[in-house]
């Protein structure tokens, strides 16, 4: 039995998001349908409907029964999309998730955990409200609050963007580990007066003395990724990090940016 159930309203995307429990031995993702856990004794078949392939749509698909060894998942998709360039992807790894993003024609994988490992994935927190702004200086859009992640620690981010028209500018997205602002807003997509929306990716280990890295990718519509290096230069908190804030910013008060379903993951170093 299928159950859907933690339902909120984005204002980002303006529709329901759900989490989506699956139990079934097969299961064609919704319109609505963000996360999909799957707990069942059997294999699975998940389906990503040709309806939702449109740039920046994303979907997760998680084990949550901890046996994808024994009982793969496979994701297909329903028409001739591919995933990664291929037509099916499996999770054979037990607790395997993988993040599913479209650029409108195919589907692409961001993961969660990498197939083959024995890597542990901990959601730290992150913030599910949209944040907007119109200011034409840089302001805290968006904060992942009372955190406890260790130095060193490999940390992942996810987040929704968007932006209205109203003239050609651009909005601009950056970052603030605690209470250092680590890079400046950078330009997230194109600056034509169009609405625009996107995926925000990021890496970044924090705190290691001479070594201050970590990147942003950005995949944006229409159908532009692109990547930057995290800190520029500016060395990270040699601390622990509770605070992960994106900051923004526009290059005009016509137009309002806007930021949502920020979640922070952390990976085991041993």
Do not use: C
């Amino acid at each position: 039995m299928t159950q859907t159930h933690q339902q909120h309203r984005s204002p980002l995307l303006n529709r329901r998001e759900t989490y989506t429990a699956v139990t079934d031995a097969a299961y064609t993702a919704k319109a609505g349908d963000q996360v999909i856990g799957v707990n069942r004794a059997g294999i699975v078949t998940i389906t990503l409907p040709t309806a939702e392939v449109r740039p920046g749509r994303i979907y997760t698909v998680k084990d949550e029964s901890g046996a994808a060894n024994a009982n793969n998942i496979t994701i297909a998709t329903e028409g001739s999309e591919n995933i990664d360039g291929s037509p099916t992807h499996v999770l054979s790894t037990d607790y395997q998730g993988v993040s599913l993003y479209s650029d409108g024609t195919n589907w692409f994988i961001v993961p969660i955990v990498a197939a083959g490992t024995s890597a542990t994935v901990t959601r730290e927190g992150g913030q599910t409200t949209e944040a907007t702004t119109t200011s034409t200086s840089t302001v805290d859009l968006l904060t992942a609050a009372s955190l406890t992640i260790p130095i060193g620690t490999p940390v992942e981010v996810h987040a929704m963007l968007r932006r209205t028209t109203g003239t050609a500018t651009t909005a601009k997205v950056g970052l603030k580990l605690n209470t250092t602002a680590v890079r400046s807003p950078l330009d997230w997509g194109p600056s034509a007066n169009n609405p625009d929306t996107g995926l925000l990716h990021m890496l970044l280990q924090h705190g290691l003395s001479s070594y201050s890295f970590g990147h942003y990718m950005f995949v944006t519509n229409p159908d532009q990724l692109s990547y930057f290096d995290i800190s520029g230069g500016i060395a990270t908190p040699v601390a622990e990090l509770t605070d992960i804030i994106l900051q923004a910013k526009v290059g005009s008060s016509s137009i309002t940016m806007g930021a949502d379903e920020m979640h922070v993951y952390s990976k085991a170093v041993s």
